[in-house]
C-alpha cells in the first residue's frame, strides 16, 4: 500500500536550518509530482511547495520568500524540504502529500517547532 | 491570489444533512477543479472528493461535492450525518494565474 513517511521535525532555534524527508513506497514515486503541506496548531492546512515528477520545476507559496527549497531524489524515493531562517511561525505539522485525480495520499506528518 | 472561504463550523444531528460553501475570492470557481478533505483530529487529511464531485475510493455515497458558477462557490453534502463524519472538512484548489495551491479556510462539522 501507499506510504509517505516523514522525518526530520524537530525543535530548532530562530534563524536556523532544518532539512526534512519523506520516503515513499508502494507507488511509482517518480510518476507523481509531490508537496509539502503545513498546518500550525490549531490551524489550518496551507500549501508550502510542490516539485514536478523529474523535479525540474519547483513552485512555492508566496509567504515564504525564498527560505524553503523543495527537491527530490527518486533514486532513492525521497522528498525533501530544506528550511532555513527558520521563524517562530513557521511552527507546524509539515506533511508530504502527492496527489492528482484519484490519487491522493499524505504522510502522518513531522512536527517542526521554531522557538529559542 | 485567491482566497476560499468557508463557514467556521457547522451542526447537525445524526441522520441529517449538512452542506459546507467555499467560495472563491476572485476568478471562477469552475476555472479549476475543488477537492475536498477531511481531517479528524490527531490525523493526517484523506481525501473525500475529487475534481469537483468525483469520490474518492472508499468514501461513503453520502458523500456528495459540487460546483455553482453562480455564487463562486463548491459544496460538499454530507447526508445521513454519523457520528465518524465529526472533523475538520478544507476545500482546496489551483491558482494556475500564480502556480499555487490553495485551501480554504476549513470548516468543523459537529454531530450533536
Known amino acids: 500500500q501507499v506510504q509517505l513517511v516523514e522525518s526530520g521535525g524537530g525543535v530548532v532555534q530562530p534563524g536556523r536550518s532544518l532539512r526534512l524527508s519523506c520516503v515513499a513506497s508502494?507507488?511509482?514515486?517518480?510518476?507523481?509530482?509531490m508537496h509539502w503541506v503545513r498546518q500550525a496548531p490549531g490551524k489550518g492546512l496551507e500549501w508550502v511547495a510542490v516539485?514536478?515528477?523529474?523535479?525540474?520545476?519547483?513552485y512555492y507559496a508566496d509567504y515564504l520568500e525564498g527560505r524553503f527549497t523543495i527537491s527530490r531524489d527518486s533514486s532513492k524515493n525521497t522528498l525533501y524540504l530544506q528550511m532555513n531562517s527558520l521563524r517562530p511561525d513557521d511552527t507546524a505539522m509539515y506533511y508530504c502529500a502527492g496527489w492528482y485525480s484519484d490519487f491522493d495520499h499524505w504522510g502522518q506528518g513531522t512536527l517542526v517547532t521554531v522557538s529559542s | 491570489n485567491f482566497m476560499l472561504t468557508q463557514p467556521h463550523s457547522v451542526s447537525e444531528s445524526p441522520g441529517k444533512t449538512v452542506t459546507i460553501s467555499c467560495t472563491r475570492s476572485s476568478g471562477s470557481i469552475a476555472d479549476n477543479y475543488v477537492q475536498w478533505y477531511q481531517q479528524r483530529p490527531g490525523s493526517s487529511p484523506t481525501n473525500v472528493i475529487y475534481?469537483?464531485?468525483?469520490?474518492s475510493s472508499g468514501v461513503p455515497d453520502r458523500f456528495s461535492g459540487s460546483i455553482d458558477r453562480s455564487s463562486n462557490s463548491a459544496s460538499l453534502t454530507i447526508s445521513g450525518l454519523k457520528p465518524e463524519d465529526e472533523a475538520d472538512y478544507y476545500c482546496q484548489s489551483y491558482n494556475s494565474l500564480n502556480p499555487s495551491y490553495v485551501f480554504g479556510t476549513g470548516t468543523k462539522v459537529t454531530v450533536l
Open positions: 475534481e469537483d464531485n468525483l469520490r
Open positions: 508502494g507507488f511509482i514515486f517518480s510518476n507523481y509530482a
Open positions: 516539485v514536478s515528477r523529474d523535479g525540474n520545476i519547483k
